[in-house]
């Protein structure tokens, strides 16, 4: 099926676009009220997740509010961790956590990767409802987490400030912690792949919490599992090439190493510069980023500011999606994210022509 806008997919081929192609990461989520009133009606999050038909509302909710290039699927990393059966639960202010955290290698060892088809066919129900109602508007982003960022969140058994559990293994036993990266990139690409086959026509890999790691360890324990994923992931489905995106927050000394995986586009927090990121590594992948989110917090006029300087810093051509350089914060007033894509729309064609 053709697509109206595939802005988003030119620039991650660095094939010429009119403008920079733009979407935001958790771009569905707390901050907008029609995703609270969603999110009221279908009881939990995980229940909302669960839901194609809700699922799919709240992912059209933001792609419908703003002029945005590419839709994302409304769902989370910790779909693969509960499907192994850990048992996710939210905290209210506290965030996501696991009843059966996997402390050592023992609890590994009992652990598999899931069958993403069967065990988490609501998320490829999701994505095939997105994409029937996208009806070719803009392409839809499949996700996961990497295997180090689900990990983390596996041992600790919930979020934390200094992984001493999941990095006490790193240091202590790593040969079980590389047993369960081994589970995980085995249970990701399974789980992209399902999303791939079900439509999803690009995908991104958060490694939130590779920067927590020594550059060694960053090699050895995220890295190598993402270069895994990499390669057993379906690369063209349905006539089209479908792009993986793999942003590692903090990553920005390791730039070298991430587009040497072969990935299609990399992600960059607000810390890198573009034009830096574009001389080191532009002539081999695209680069995504990099707004801080809490620009989002300035007056129109900065926020304007901010997106001509992320402009000229990446320069003339193709090759940039413009994003934040990590989640939405659920502060963020609606409005001041219109500014921020109407700056976006009127500052960037001149980079185009
Ligand atoms: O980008 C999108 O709009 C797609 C949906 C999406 C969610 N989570 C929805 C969500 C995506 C891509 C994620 C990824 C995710 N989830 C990451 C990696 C990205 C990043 O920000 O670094 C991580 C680390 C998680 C784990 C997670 N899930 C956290 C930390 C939270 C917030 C918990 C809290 O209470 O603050 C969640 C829950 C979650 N995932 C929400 C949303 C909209 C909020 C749930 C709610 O409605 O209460």
Redesign the pocket.
């Known amino acids: 099926m053709a697509l109206h806008n595939d802005r988003f997919l030119r620039a991650l081929a660095r094939q010429p676009v009119d403008r920079t192609p733009v979407w935001m990461?958790?771009?569905?989520?707390?901050y907008l009220p029609e995703y609270r009133a969603t999110?009221e009606r279908a009881g939990s999050?995980m229940d909302l997740c669960r839901n194609a038909e809700l699922a799919c509302e709240v992912t059209l909710q933001p792609v419908d509010r703003f002029d945005l290039d590419a839709a994302?699927?409304?769902?989370?990393?910790?779909t693969i961790p509960d499907a192994m059966g850990l048992g996710l639960y939210?905290v209210?202010?506290e965030?996501?956590m696991f009843r059966s955290p996997v402390r050592d290698g023992a609890a590994i060892d009992r652990l598999s990767a899931p069958d993403a088809e069967r065990d988490l066919d609501y998320v490829m129900n999701a994505v095939s409802t997105v994409r029937r109602e996208l009806n070719g508007r803009m392409p839809l982003i499949g996700?996961s987490?990497s295997p180090w960022?689900l990990a983390t969140y596996m041992v600790e058994g919930g979020?934390s400030k200094d992984f001493r559990h999941v990095k006490g293994l790193l240091y202590s036993d790593p040969a079980a912690l590389h047993r369960l990266l081994a589970i995980l990139a085995e249970a990701v690409t399974d789980y992209l792949n399902a999303q791939i086959r079900a439509g999803a026509q690009a995908v991104q890999i958060?490694d939130?919490w590779g920067g927590a790691l020594t550059t060694p360890a960053y090699r050895d324990f995220s890295l190598a599992y993402m270069q895994r994923i990499v390669d057993g992931l379906i690369r063209e489905h349905d006539g089209r090439r479908v792009p993986v995106i793999l942003f590692t927050?903090n990553g920005g000394q390791w730039l070298e190493q991430i587009a040497a995986t072969g990935c299609d586009g990399v992600g960059l927090d607000w810390t890198t510069e573009l034009a830096d990121a574009r001389a080191r590594i532009g002539g081999q992948a695209a680069l995504q980023g990099n707004l801080d989110p809490s620009a989002l917090f300035g007056a129109p006029a900065t926020i304007r500011a901010e997106v001509a300087r992320i402009l000229e810093s990446f320069g003339a051509g193709s090759g940039h999606v413009f994003n934040l350089g990590?989640?939405i914060s659920q502060f963020t007033p609606p409005e001041n994210v219109t500014a921020f894509i109407a700056a976006l729309h009127e500052l960037s064609p001149q980079w185009h022509e």
């Open positions: 990461m958790r771009q569905a989520g707390r999110r999050f994302i699927l409304f769902s989370d990393i910790l939210f209210p202010g965030g996501p996700f987490g960022t979020p958060f939130t927050k990590h989640g």
